[in-house]
């Protein structure tokens, strides 16, 4: 189905939910020290569909009981609509300013309370996507909307299902296999449960994660699987390897071809730590893919200059990484609130990878303020390299790439129900392109969980 932008303007739709006010209470002087006792012991958290309009963690709610009966069978389906308006104010390739937005669907599946064994977990996440983005006009090698950026980025228009995976627990989720259809940024949120949120967090890629230097064989949506360890204490992925298909699937579900082309792999190790009572570690990655590559073939995130044309330096790629990770900040008695620091950087072959290196670092702080606990807030900043190989390559199409990658980011998003975010965002991006200056690109999101 092809999903057409709503009638209602982007900016009219956001401003509309902007002035809803949320009630608030105040507590008489009369009131018994029975009632503050109560009021002031802890309370059970509610159940995941229940609360009013205000309080309750999805717009609908649970319709005529549907989604409780549902999650009491094991099947949860969530519905996200993400609106994004994003412009170029100068510099860059273009100014230009673009509406977009995505709708995505999510099942999630629990196999025991289904009826089948203990530890058995499946998902699905479906997108649709309407508009357009202005990852050219910023500079092409930049990627400044993650979030806009599935089923395929550009002017692509459609639904698809970017992942379905099964994944089985054992020993009490000591242990994990799982496998699939991956969508990549479901996989990175997975591998960085404590740190990375496309959807309500950084705009950009890079100051998510270090990820230009993967993309030459890590796909958008890919044929895959592994498994690692878990810390218990922690919830975070301690050990593992995960195998990748070499060919994008966002398009595709047919898996009788898949590694047909090679096989990409990933693998990871976490030295958890904990200082003061707050988690830290520092994360060791490495990866690289059986197939050979040219630095100007075709990517799915991205369009390379140059690209299509034949490059007859084929090589099999490789990355290195390392990530370090510390929470400095927690609220008392709620450990959703808190703040970290996330900072790391990758280093990859000259060819046949597009950017042979890339860094970053940032601040990240969630619910800082007491009266504003689902708030979030980050500034970042990141760094790429472009390999030699390409700049030679694409200088004799009369392409110059000879300018240093780099932006800067900071975003504020509001929480105006549990159900409903808007946020601002704001970076400065330096494309390699030469006669591209400083672009300047603010943008605003809206996220509307049904």
């Keep these: 189905m092809l999903l057409q932008a709503p009638n209602l303007s982007a900016l009219t ?5 902007m002035g809803l006010c949320l009630p608030a209470w105040a507590q008489t002087d009369d009131q018994s020290d029975v009632l ?14 229940e609360g009013d309009i205000w309080t309750r963690q999805q717009l609908l709610g649970d319709p005529f009981g549907a989604r409780s009966a549902l999650a009491d069978h094991g099947v949860t389906f969530n519905l996200r609509w993400s609106q994004f308006y994003q412009d170029v104010t100068s510099g860059g390739i273009d100014q230009n300013g673009e509406y977009g937005g995505t709708v995505d669907y999510i099942v999630n599946v629990d196999g025991h309370k289904l009826g089948l064994w203990e530890g058995l977990y499946l998902n699905m996440h479906a997108t649709s996507r309407y508009g357009d983005d202005v990852l050219n006009d910023a500079g092409g090698l930049t990627l400044p909307n993650a979030g806009n950026t599935y089923p395929l980025p550009g002017d692509y228009h459609g639904t698809d299902v970017t992942g379905y995976t099964a994944t089985q627990l054992f020993a009490g989720g000591r242990y994990v296999v799982t496998g699939g259809k991956l969508n990549a940024l479901d996989l990175a949120t997975g591998l960085f449960p404590k740190s990375v949120d496309f959807v309500n967090e950084y705009w950009n890629v890079n100051s998510a994660v270090t990820a230009t230097p993967w993309f030459r064989f890590v796909n958008l949506s890919m044929w895959g699987g592994g498994g690692w360890t878990t810390d218990l204490a922690t919830g975070l992925p301690e050990t593992g390897f995960i195998a990748l298909d070499t060919t994008n699937r966002t398009t595709s579900n047919r898996i009788s071809n898949a590694f047909d082309d090679g096989v990409g792999g990933l693998a990871f190790h976490r030295f958890i730590y904990e200082i ?7 994360m060791l990655l490495a990866g690289g893919s059986t197939k050979k590559y040219g630095s100007l073939d075709e990517h799915d995130w991205l369009v390379v200059p140059g690209e299509g044309l034949e490059d007859t330096k084929e090589k099999r790629p490789y990355d290195a990484g390392a990530y370090v990770f510390q929470e400095f900040w927690q609220a008392q008695g709620n450990p959703k609130r808190n703040a970290h620091v996330l900072f790391g950087g990758t280093v990859a072959d000259d060819n046949p990878s597009f950017s042979n290196w890339n860094v970053f670092g940032r601040v990240t702080a969630r619910g800082l303020f007491d009266s504003r606990p689902g708030d979030r807030m980050g500034f970042a900043g990141w760094a790429s390299g472009i390999s030699k190989d390409l700049r030679n390559t694409v200088d004799k199409l009369g392409i110059d790439l000879n300018k240093q990658i780099w932006g800067l980011e900071t975003f504020y998003n509001v929480e105006i129900t549990p159900w409903v975010h808007l946020g601002g965002d704001f970076q400065l991006i330096q494309s390699a392109y030469k006669d591209a200056d400083l672009a300047v690109v603010p943008g605003v999101r809206l996220v509307v969980e049904f």
């Design 13 to 17: 739709l956001m401003a509309l939910l």
């Design 276 to 282: 003061d009572d707050k988690v830290g570690y520092v």
């Design 36 to 49: 503050q006792s109560a009021e002031a012991a802890p309370k059970p958290p509610p159940a995941p569909f």
